[in-house]
């Protein structure tokens, strides 16, 4: 009976795959879903509730982000703006005294979220909609989540 002989060689001796697929695929992936981060209000349109946004956090090369384009300020955001903005001035006019508000604004520090899936469909309504399949955590669903600074 002949004898089988096994080559005992390396398949990936210099960890080339295990490098790719451990640390620089992950790192990769990661850097391509969006979840949440700190902005700047550059503008701010309160007739359709969406703003323009300035990404704080650099690059890691130290470049800045582009800015988030038609962002969209939910209802409990401009709707408490508006409501407190009424009572701030009923209360300073009953008591001549001041209390002090702050809404949402040009220079405002917001946090923003990226929807899992695309909005583009979404009419703001309780009703189902479409979606897209290849669109996930995009720069271009995006919801200002909360005011971190008015």
């Avoid at 956090?57 to 800045?64: F, G, N, R, Y």
């Avoid at 969209?72 to 703006?81: A, L, N, Q, S, T």
């Avoid at 669903?141 to 008015?150: A, H, M, N, Q, T």
Wanted: net charge positive.
């Amino acid at each position: 009976m002949a004898k089988l002989h096994h080559n005992r060689i390396a398949v990936d001796q210099r960890n080339k795959h295990k490098n790719f697929f451990g640390d620089q695929l992950p790192k990769y992936i990661s850097s391509q879903i969006h979840c949440m981060e700190l902005a700047r209000v550059k503008k701010y349109d309160t007739s359709t509730h969406k703003c323009e946004l300035v990404p704080l956090a650099l690059q890691s090369d130290d470049d800045k982000r582009a800015n988030l384009l038609e962002v969209e300020v939910p209802y409990d955001i401009w709707h408490r703006d508006e409501v407190l903005e009424t009572l701030v001035k009923d209360y300073d006019s009953r008591t001549h005294s001041k209390l002090k508000w702050e809404k949402l604004k040009k220079g405002s520090v917001v946090l923003v979220g990226f929807m899992d899936r695309d909005t583009d469909n979404f009419t703001g309504s309780a009703t189902n909609y479409k979606i897209k399949p290849e669109r996930m955590h995009s720069l271009n669903d995006s919801i200002v989540l909360g005011v971190y600074k008015p």
